[in-house]
């Protein structure tokens, strides 16, 4: 099993402040995908990024995939609370005949007004 | 339309205990998958369906198992319940089983606690 790991764990900001979260793994992926997870419901994909050194925007979300494509990094600026939630990092891993996604711990965070 | 929908929601039973969990994929969807979340946890694959078969089995004991039937629903099953089965179990659908072009979409969970 590959395995990501997140970081911070938790994190707790004000609206409007900036912030990135990590995800990194000693091994080499070929893509990674970022979601978000809000309390009660699924987890909802945000990006996948696939090349190495690639750059995804969203809005003020900003994804990046490590040049190894080792790691990966989420940076919003400007949070807002309805950024809120779970943010988790996944890796493809594949199988036989199928595939399955390992997902790191998350990152958990809060933006309060 | 539609997204992937799960039932029960919740769901409270006792240690040795049996369970079903069911899962429709969104229309078109011929993949199915089963996670396992654990509070604090990110997801853990447990299986995944294509086409009625078996396509990837995670690293769980053979009390937990699954089907998909024709119409592209399916079923975890999960046997002599212990308390670590506690969980939010989430099922994901997607067009086709393999990875390129075919994102997964979660419903909502089913929240096991065994008691």
């Known amino acids: 099993t590959q395995l990501l790991e997140q970081s911070p764990q938790f994190l707790s900001i004000q609206e409007g402040e900036n912030l990135t979260v990590y995800c990194n793994s000693s091994?080499?992926?070929?893509?990674l995908q970022w979601y978000r997870q809000e309390p009660g419901e699924g987890p909802v994909l945000l990006v996948t990024v696939v090349t190495g050194g690639e750059v995804k925007k969203l809005k003020r979300l900003t994804f990046q995939f490590g040049d190894a494509r080792k790691d990966s990094s989420l940076h919003i600026t400007a949070a807002q609370p309805g950024d809120t939630g779970l943010y988790l990092c996944?890796?493809?891993?594949?199988?036989?005949?199928?595939?399955?996604?390992?997902f790191g711990k998350g990152t958990s965070l809060l933006v309060t007004p | 339309d539609a997204g992937v929908t799960q039932s029960p929601t919740h769901l409270i039973k006792t240690r040795g205990q049996h369970v079903t969990l069911r899962c429709s994929p969104i229309?078109?969807?011929?993949?199915v998958s089963w996670y396992q979340q654990v509070l604090g946890q990110g997801p853990q694959f447990i299986f995944q369906?294509?086409?009625?078969?078996?396509?990837g089995r995670g690293n769980f004991p053979d009390r937990f198992s699954a089907r998909q039937f024709p119409n592209y629903s399916s079923e975890l099953n999960v046997n002599a319940l212990l308390l670590g089965d506690s969980a939010l179990y989430l099922c994901?659908?997607?067009?086709?089983?393999?990875?390129?072009?075919?994102?997964?979409?979660f419903g909502n969970g089913t929240r096991l606690t065994v008691t």
């Open positions: 229309s078109g969807h011929k993949s």
């Open positions: 996944a890796g493809h891993s594949p199988l036989n005949s199928g595939y399955a996604l390992n």
């Open positions: 369906y294509y086409e009625k078969e078996e396509r």
């Open positions: 091994s080499v992926f070929s893509s």
């Open positions: 994901a659908s997607s067009l086709s089983g393999t990875y390129y072009n075919s994102p997964l979409h």
